[in-house]
């Protein structure tokens, strides 16, 4: 075969790979908002769930517990997720005791999540009287996104050239003043990336949730109230109930949830990188 | 010669790769010293000696002593946080931080601990003025210092090693990723800063060393093979291999 041919051949190939990807992409997120969308309303939006077959009601106690849900998440992720990540890129030497946190890393991320259900169910919901609460569903999130923003963040830190912190050590800067003034400053587009995945995933996670933070549809009063988050409520609509199409129209309130989240923190990094790497401000 | 540098024996290692052999000389107060030779002579690595880089490095270590003032820097409880303070470093390739100028130049003094911002000012001001940078930033001092030319991130670097008010100013080839009208410009500069600095230049430009340099010194395989007055190092070198080297025979 000629390399003209071969290259062809490759080129339709990887189009082809490519097209029926984004098709695949708009075919569900299409037909989810089609169904889903015309349902959405303020209404629905703003109304609390009354239950039964029909499912009565709109979702604002499962956008609140969602918002909640994450909101703690992340309290609790991002410095422990950030702070290991530091450690890793920075200060960590190539060591026995390094090597196998890596490896451990790397192996809780291919734990499936329900796996990590389990095991908040038994430490968290059960073993430290949490109950189905959304302390319990976060602190199990925080174990099934850690590996996660770890290997992000490490990655980010990683990526800034040396050449930076040589600076910083030059002009007389502490190994944490350079880390704190120039390394994670650098770092921070990667860094948001990251969480934004975590985020995403949080927002999306059913299997772990389903065993720690219970089902209740009420209205959140504290950190120890049980409830359900969009997804949650999706399974719950999709596999109890008569309406296929609340469910769909809170399917698409998720995945209009995930979008906008995504598009602000991508223009707040990168406003953030655009500013400091040159150009206008 | 009033010394303000100098070594005693010294060596310094990779691991088991011997860099520096036995380096012993002195470099004068507010004079401009350029150290030149062909790549891998360790030329770097001795500069980098001077204010301790190289300590980051695993498996580097170093023999003999290094005198700043009379005062060994590798003494047992020397800060080397106060060693780089007083022997600042400009690098080959322009590394300003992606922060904005006026942010790049006030990250040494403020990681010393100033945060009076009319002070600041002031130093931000006198740095980049030291620097011959001030007229072509001034108005735009909150612009990112990756934004600028080439030669101008390498006066901002050098602006932003002034500021912390050093003694010492280490350069290493800071004029190779620069082009001849940069060059040009840095090479002015230094005749300047020498009334208020001491400089150590390490270069791969002959041509530029004996233009910029009151002494020189000829590094070859990690030796010091000859060390003077930069008319005497270029017109009557001592030592045969520098003779060669200079004229290009080799290199």
């Known amino acids: ?281 | 010669m009033d010394a303000k540098v100098e070594t005693r024996r010294l060596a310094f290692y990779y691991g088991e790769h011997q860099v520096l052999k036995n380096i012993g000389m002195k470099i004068a107060g507010n004079q401009v010293t350029a150290f030149i030779g062909p790549s891998g002579c360790g030329k770097s690595t001795f500069l980098r000696v001077l204010n301790r880089m190289n300590d980051v490095i695993p498996g580097a270590r170093l023999e003999g002593e290094v005198l700043l003032d009379g005062r060994n820097i590798y003494a047992p409880g020397v800060d080397v946080v106060e060693v780089r303070r007083k022997v600042g470093m400009v690098f080959q390739q322009p590394n300003p931080f992606p922060k904005t100028i006026y942010d790049n130049v006030a990250f040494g003094p403020r990681v010393l601990g100033l945060n009076h911002k009319a002070s600041l000012d002031e130093v931000v001001e006198r740095s980049l003025r030291a620097a011959a940078l001030w007229d072509e930033v001034k108005d735009h001092l909150g612009q990112s210092g990756l934004a600028l030319s080439g030669g101008q991130q390498q006066r901002l670097c050098i602006a932003r090693a002034l500021a912390v008010e050093p003694e010492v100013v280490l350069m290493d080839e800071p004029c190779s990723a620069l082009d001849p009208q940069s060059t040009l410009k840095i090479e002015e500069l230094m005749d300047t800063l020498k009334k208020r600095y001491t400089i150590v230049i390490v270069t791969h430009n002959m041509q530029q060393a004996a233009r910029v340099s009151d002494w020189t010194g000829f590094l070859l395989l990690g030796g010091l093979v000859e060390y003077g007055k930069t008319t005497e190092v270029f017109s009557r070198p001592k030592d045969r291999r520098t003779e060669e080297y200079i004229t290009g025979r080799f290199g």
């Open chain 1, 1 to 281: 075969m000629s390399a003209s041919t071969t290259q062809k051949l490759a080129m339709t190939g990887v189009w082809t790979g490519g097209a029926v990807t984004v098709l695949i992409l708009l075919v569900v997120i299409g037909y989810v908002l089609v169904q889903g969308v015309p349902h959405v309303g303020w209404s629905f939006l703003t109304t609390e769930p009354k239950g039964g077959l029909e499912a009565e009601g709109g979702i604002s106690t499962v956008i609140v517990t969602t918002i909640y849900l994450v909101a703690v998440t992340m309290g609790i992720l991002i410095p422990l997720g950030v702070g290991a990540g530091i450690y890793l890129a920075e200060y960590a030497v190539d060591s026995r005791f390094t090597r196998i946190v890596r490896y451990g890393v790397e192996t809780l991320a291919g734990v499936p999540s329900i796996v990590f259900g389990l095991f908040g169910f038994a430490l968290f919901v059960t073993a430290l009287s949490l109950n189905f609460s959304i302390l319990a569903g976060a602190l199990t999130l925080v174990c099934l996104l850690l590996p996660t923003l770890i290997r992000t963040s490490e990655e980010a830190l990683k990526a800034v050239p040396r050449s930076h912190r040589e600076a910083a050590f030059a002009l007389g800067a502490t190994k944490w003043q350079t880390i704190w003034r120039v390394v994670i400053p650098a770092a921070v587009p990667g860094i948001v990336t990251g969480v934004i995945l975590c985020i995403g995933r949080a927002v999306e996670e059913t299997a772990c949730l389903y065993v720690t933070l219970g089902g209740s549809a009420g209205m959140p009063s504290s950190l120890l109230s049980g409830g359900r988050t969009l997804s949650l409520h999706v399974f719950y609509l999709a596999t109890e109930t008569n309406v296929f199409e609340k469910a769909m129209a809170t399917g698409a309130v998720l995945i209009m949830t995930v979008i906008i989240i995504n598009a602000i923190t991508n223009f707040i990094s990168h406003r953030y990188y655009a500013r400091m790497a040159g150009g206008n401000q």
